[in-house]
């Protein structure tokens, strides 16, 4: 049975997260897999990159941690929501290090820090994201008002976040930069990560001990300007439902949006938004037959696509089983996608649905 | 623990069913359930409809067919997607009806139909989608010289879909009216059904046997211009990390692209594109926190949103555990939370995310 399909290339994975840390001058390149490792798949994606030497993984949620944990054993997990209450007892005991980002957070962990020998810590600064983290005049206030804290949260990895990283003239990297190292002098001796995809490409000044790359790990350049120097990671195949030639001029979809001429072929493939292709594609979408590039016609709907694929000979067509919307070819790369859809590719990843069956290639 | 939460209202589900089927002056009201019922949950909303007396559902693919029977023995299940090569004798085997959707899938079903007698299909005609289905010439075509296809398919049903139906006003609508009854004219006796949601609403020319809402169960406007009248059906509540008083005035989230000032309160709460909230809702989205609205500030981010909750009183904040998304309020309603990614209400809801915990109340 023909069933749309998403082939994880690991090997490609492996090699982008190689590639990265060769490119790293600090002490260790860790790989952040959270949200499923961006839609590719934790477990299988976590699993390979240990065997290749990773030793540090970052994730978002405690639940996911916990994922992890449940097949790796002897990994550093690294979870960047922090610890929530009543999550405590589940990091201590896992050996799972919450990323704690407030004084609210610091202060729900120094207990377990004093209970739990082995119970570590991250501390995440903010220096310009001004999402999580503790800000500059909260951090030195706290440091001379509480000297103790960091030792007793046993704080291991002081770390902050790029703003704008894969912009690599943006002023904002400078001054997180700059923010950064005042911040974290406060604290010396404690290892720091800046870094993630697009701060590996900012240069040697902004590495420090620890890089955590995610989005290059699976394709995604990580820089806006220079050519991308990742491998293409997901392959996304969506099987044909039907191929008809039009008996007339006529409108194809919903919203009547696409016209296509008399004789026209219109090949109708069994995935839509609700599988993650997204709605903004309507109109603007390509996908491949073989080597031949067909435009996507009308709107993207819950569960199939149209293709124009009047361009191609029938006997091409005769033996079509798939199109494929999403892997190593012009007009379909990840950020490709992702440009004709308005978006990242990180969401292109991330929200291939449940219904598209997972394959792993090594 | 705090998690995201989606809590589905069944009953908001069963209460809009009965308002469609009232509305409708055909035979039967059947539900769309496909696409994990918008989202929704299958299982749990198809057998609170079935409880509430609906018998007919309808979903895309074979696989979706095949859950729904594990669950409800006794009801019909038709599948969009027809029938592919390799599916027949499963669809035999639990009494699935196909939707056939071309001639060749006409040819696969006819042996089908020949060795179980209790084999049904339906027939897709094309009157204007130019997805699937048989185009006119081609249906008469095919009875002139097979007059016994429909007979020895145990064709029980004819059925097409409407494009522009939620467009009151749209020609597509009468022109293809007007296309299925003289299609079906050519095969008299055959119940038909031609309406979706919109379509009921289109009135009674419009509804022939059979109707097979889907979107407006689930809240969703059936039509574009006057009041909503369909009961609000998914709250998405998402838990708050961190709430935090700038210290100074700041860029918020990925690119910079917003500006708070000194003293801004900013929440962070755990959900992000990656959970199905699009990131075109980025610095346009607005959450409640109880009935207070508060602005989505910056970029969605994978996991986390960023709201500026500068406008609430302290101890509002300080008993806040959650921020919801969408639920029955201006501007988070499916439809509001739509216009403001510009896209519809069905890829909000099919696009939540597996971190979200889904609950239902009855």
């Given at each position: 049975m023909l069933t749309p399909t998403l082939t994880v290339d690991l090997a490609a994975i492996v090699a982008n997260w190689q590639s990265l840390r060769a490119r790293f001058s600090g002490d260790e390149c860790a790989a952040v897999v959270k949200a499923d490792a961006y839609g590719m798949g934790m477990v299988p994606v976590a699993t390979a990159l240990a065997n290749a030497g990773c030793h540090t993984f970052f994730v978002a949620t405690a639940e996911e941690a916990l994922a992890l944990r449940a097949v790796l054993a002897d990994v550093r997990i690294l979870v960047l929501h922090g610890v929530q209450e009543g999550e405590e007892f589940a990091f201590a005991a896992h050996c799972i290090i919450p990323i704690l980002n407030s004084r609210e957070q610091l202060e729900r962990w120094r207990p377990i820090a004093r209970e739990h020998p082995h119970a570590v810590s991250a501390l995440h600064l903010d220096t310009g994201m001004g999402r999580l983290g503790l800000q500059a005049d909260e951090f030195a206030q706290l440091l001379t008002r509480d000297p103790q804290v960091l030792h007793e949260c046993r704080v291991g990895l002081l770390m902050s976040h790029l703003a704008c990283a894969p912009d690599t003239d943006h002023p904002m990297n400078g001054a997180q930069l700059q923010q950064f190292r005042n911040m974290t002098e406060l604290a010396p001796n404690i290892p720091r990560s800046l870094c993630n995809s697009g701060g590996i490409f900012?240069?040697?000044?902004?590495?420090?001990?620890l890089a955590r790359p995610g989005c290059s790990l699976f394709g995604?350049?990580?820089?806006?300007?220079?050519?991308?120097p990742m491998q293409q990671v997901a392959t996304w195949r969506a099987p044909l439902l039907q191929i008809r030639t039009l008996e007339a001029a006529q409108t194809i979809g919903y919203g009547a949006t696409a016209n296509a001429p008399k004789g026209a072929r219109i090949a109708t493939v069994a995935t839509g938004y609700a599988d993650?292709?997204?709605?903004?594609?309507?109109?603007k979408g390509v996908g491949y037959i073989g080597d031949t590039k067909v435009p996507l016609i009308g709107r993207v709907t819950m569960d199939m696509l149209c293709f124009d694929v009047s361009g191609l000979p029938q006997t091409m067509l005769d033996n079509a089983e798939y199109i494929t919307l999403l892997g190593d070819h012009d007009g379909i790369r990840v950020d490709d996608v992702a440009n004709a859809a308005d978006t990242i590719g990180y969401e292109i990843l991330t929200r291939i649905g449940a219904r598209v069956k997972r394959e792993y290639r090594d």
């Open positions: 900012l240069g040697a000044p902004y590495h420090f001990n995604i350049a990580p820089q806006a300007s220079p050519e991308n993650g292709y997204l709605r903004h594609l309507s109109n």
